[in-house]
C-alpha cells in the first residue's frame, strides 16, 4: 500500500517523494518494490505494443521480439543506475546505491501510469492524428526524464547545475558502459571463432 501510495506521490509531486525517499532511507525495501516496478514496465511495454492502434504504430505486433524489448527497456535503467553510483560516489554524492536503483523505478511513474492510456487513446486516432499522439508520447519520455534529474538533485542535495552536470557525466559513463561490453562480446566471439578453429584443425591434422 505504501508503495502505490508513494508512487502517486511521485507522479504528483516528485520533488517531495524525493526527500521522503532520503529521509526514510532505512525504512523502504528499495530491492523488491523497485524490482516489481520494472517488471510492471516491461508487462507494460509488451501490452502498449499489442495494444496501440495499427495507424501509429511503427512496430508489428507479429515482428516483435519479446527479449529484445525487455532488453531495450531494461538495460538503460540498470546501466543509469550503475553510471549514476559510480559518478556521485566520486562527486560529492550522499545517495546510496539501493536508493539510486528505487529512485530509477520510481522515475518511470509516467511510463507506467500514462502509457496504457495514450494506447487507448490511440484507438480514436487516425494517421491525421499522429503529430498530437508523438506529442502526448514525447511529454510522458520528457516527464520521465525530469524525474530522474530532480531524483538526482534530491537524494544528493545537488544544485541544478550541478545536477545537470552529473546527468551528463552519468549518460557518458552509460555509452562508455555499453561500448566497453559490446568491444569485450566481440572479442569473446572472436576468441570462440579462433580457438574453434584452432581445435579444427589440431582434429584435421591427427585424423
Known sequence: ????KFLLTVFINPVE?????KAEKLKMNYYIVSAILLGIVVVIRVLYIYMLHYPLSTLRPKDTNIWFEIVRMMLPIVTWVIACYA??????GESSLPEIFGASAYSMTPYILLIIPLALLSKVMGQDDAGLYNFL???IWVWVFLLYFISVRELNDYTIIKSALICILNIISMLLIWAICILFLSLTSQLYTFIQGFILEIKLIFS
Open 87 to 92: 559518478i556521485t560516489s566520486i562527486i560529492d
Open 137 to 139: 508520447y514525447i511529454i
Open 17 to 21: 517523494a524525493f526527500r521522503i525517499m
Open 1 to 4: 500500500m505504501f508503495a502505490l
